[in-house]
C-alpha cells in the first residue's frame, strides 16, 4: 500500500541548534558558572538537540525543557512567564498538570525569532541561577547569529 509522507520544513535546523547550545555552554564555561544542560526545541514543542556537561544535576534537563516549552506554550520568554504568574498559584498547578509538568516559570526559556518577528523555536539553560542560565542562551543565540 503506498502512501504519501509529507516532510516538515525545519525553521530552525540542527546544525544552528547545536552552534546556539555549543555557543551557550562555551559562554557559562567562560564565566565559571555550575554545570549546565542547554535544549533548543522546534515550533511544534519538538526537541531539535540538547546538551548536559559533565556535573550537570539529573533534572536539569527536564528544567530547562521546561523552561523553553513554557515560553512556546504562552509566547514570551520564561522569565516573563514567571512574572505574569506571581501570585497565580492555582494557574501555575493547573497548567503544569495540563503540559504533563512541561512548563518551568523561571527565567531561562528564550524565543528564537524569524526575521520578520515570528516564533520559530525555543532554548532553555537549566544549571545556575535563573539570571545566569537566561544570560547563558542569550549569548549562544548571539553568538550563532
Given at each position: 500500500m503506498a502512501f504519501d509522507v509529507f516532510p516538515r520544513?525545519?525553521?530552525l535546523g540542527l546544525a544552528t541548534a547545536r552552534r546556539v547550545i555549543e555557543a551557550a555552554l562555551a559562554?557559562?564555561?567562560q564565566r565559571g558558572l555550575q554545570p549546565m544542560t542547554v535544549a533548543v526545541f522546534d515550533l511544534g514543542g519538538c526537541l531539535i538537540s540538547a546538551?548536559?556537561?559533565?556535573?550537570?544535576g539529573a533534572t536539569r534537563l527536564a528544567i530547562a525543557s521546561g523552561k523553553a516549552l513554557g515560553a512556546l506554550g504562552f509566547g514570551v520568554s520564561s522569565g516573563t512567564l514567571a512574572?505574569?504568574?506571581?501570585?497565580?498559584?492555582?494557574?501555575?498547578?493547573g497548567v503544569a498538570a495540563a503540559s504533563d509538568g512541561r512548563?518551568?516559570?523561571a527565567a531561562g526559556?528564550?524565543?528564537v525569532l524569524?526575521?520578520?518577528?515570528?516564533?520559530i523555536a525555543a532554548v532553555g539553560a537549566s544549571g545556575d541561577s535563573p539570571d545566569n542560565d537566561q544570560a547563558v542562551?542569550?549569548?549562544?543565540?548571539?553568538a550563532a547569529g
Open positions: 520544513r525545519a525553521l559562554d557559562a564555561r546538551d548536559s556537561e559533565d556535573g550537570s512574572g505574569r504568574m506571581q501570585g497565580r498559584e492555582a494557574f501555575v498547578s512548563l518551568v516559570p526559556g528564550v524565543l524569524d526575521e520578520d518577528g515570528c516564533v542562551v542569550l549569548a549562544g543565540l548571539a
